[in-house]
């Protein structure tokens, strides 16, 4: 199905035991998107990226893959996803490319298209120089990028890949996160991290959840208006601050004091302004706090990171009561 998302979640329920560990789970994600999937230690990421590959079975809702329906033709969607789970399972005592062959094979790939399709993988993910070391004795990140390698081999056009960047270095996580960026408009990739930043760079999208539920969705600027609301700015000032509401008010009206620190010992004390508008107001600032009877020192505007939209994102949800899973 051409013109269908390359993944298609409604209303997702699973549960273990009585316990849900994903509740009525509800997104989509475009063709040659890359979307972060965060939440938690237990928010159930690992749950619903299993239930993705057909790993296991759904309690309730469905799952499609280019508008294959999971439940119902495994065989079809598995097919069509590249799987890099969280303990990426390597045999130890197979050559790289002996591995990678084997893979291909099973996963139906030529022996005509084979071999230049292993030499490109290798190339991409940089393991040309460990093409016949033994998987049991490369280091943390190269098995990462072998992983990653056996994800892409057959070209499918969804890739998930679960905490790929665990355990990596600066370095090798920097590798990584270029590779996966390579992938954007060619294949559809969902990928959970814990390493915010890497995500925020990385991905278009995010979606959080939490408790098993989507507690955010978006790109990462529309989360930080939408949960964190508003602008902040940092300004070091000595003055009369008893007239600065005033000034404040006449750059844009919702621009208010939210912190006043006390005067250090030159008469400079730190403000954190705060305001509803999105906009750049940093050079009305400049222009109002250099006036006569204000000294400035310093001024910032605070840019929150997504680790500032995802604490705030999953604090909010702790008090919100789960709602009822939806029945079959």
Partial sequence: MPDAPAIEV????????????????????????????LGPNGAGKSTTMRVLTGYLPATSGSVQICGIPVAS???????????????????????????????????????????????????LCDLKRVRHKIIGQLSKGYRQRVGIAESILAEPPVIIMDEPTIGLDPHQILIVRDLIASLRGRMTVIISSHILPEI??????????????????????????????????????????????????????????????DPDAEGFRHLKLSTERDAELGEPLLRALSAPGYRLRALSRAHPTLEDVFLAATRRSWDVKSPEPRKK
């Fill in 10 to 37: 409604s209303h997702l329920v699973k549960t273990y035991a009585g316990v849900t560990a994903v509740n009525d789970i509800t997104f989509r994600v475009g063709r040659g998107e890359i979307l972060g999937f």
């Fill in 200 to 261: 925020e760079v990385t991905c278009d999208r995010v979606l959080i959840i939490n408790q098993g539920r989507v507690v955010a969705q978006g790109t990462p600027a529309d989360l930080r208006r939408e949960i964190l609301g508003r602008s902040t700015y940092d300004v070091e000032l000595a003055g009369d601050v008893s007239t600065l509401p005033s000034v404040l008010s006449a750059i844009e009206p919702t621009l208010e004091i939210a912190e006043q620190g």
């Fill in 73 to 123: 033709q495994p065989d079809a969607a598995k097919r069509l996803i590249g799987y890099m789970p969280e303990n990426n399972p390597l045999p130890e005592d197979m050559r790289v490319s002996e591995y990678l062959y084997f893979r291909g094979r099973l996963k139906e790939v030529s022996r005509r298209k084979l071999g230049p399709r292993i030499d490109e993988v290798l190339e």
